[in-house]
């Protein structure tokens, strides 16, 4: 098992930035791909970035290429989703999750994780 927490989540006025943090227990975190989704009021649930378990290769959504950046270091247990230049459009749960093992096959379905994290509201007022 992997328990997920997510923190760093606020209200932001557009343009500003701020940065998520996911601390992982339990399983070893240095096995585990890491992704970011989001859910906005009303919307499904999407995804917005993942980085492989080695932090080697990373993956974005097209909408926050440029803007957002994922990190991981696994001495700390901790991925990092850096979000800068918000807008309101970004507005959402943001939640994070793990899958087990090295491989990422398909980094964008949120069927390939086996672990989430319970979210953090991010709102981007304009």
């Known amino acids: 098992q992997v328990q997920l927490v997510e923190s760093g989540g606020g209200l932001v006025q557009a343009g500003g930035s701020l940065r998520l943090s996911c601390t992982a227990s339990?399983?070893?975190?240095?096995?585990?791909?890491m992704g970011w989704f989001r859910q906005a009021p009303g919307k499904e649930r999407e995804f917005v970035t993942a980085?492989?378990?080695?932090?080697?290769?990373?993956y974005y959504e097209d909408s926050v290429k440029g803007r957002f950046t994922i990190s991981r270091d696994n001495a700390k247990n901790t991925a990092y989703l850096q979000m800068n230049s918000l807008n309101p459009e970004d507005t959402a749960v943001y939640y994070c999750?793990?899958?087990?093992?090295?491989?990422?096959?398909?980094?964008?379905?949120?069927?390939?994780?086996?672990?989430w994290g319970q979210g953090t509201q991010v709102t981007v007022s304009s």
């Open positions: 339990g399983r070893p975190f240095g096995n585990c791909a």
């Open positions: 999750a793990a899958k087990r093992g090295v491989s990422l096959p398909r980094p964008r379905a949120r069927s390939e994780y086996d672990y």
């Open positions: 980085i492989s378990w080695s932090g080697g290769s990373s």
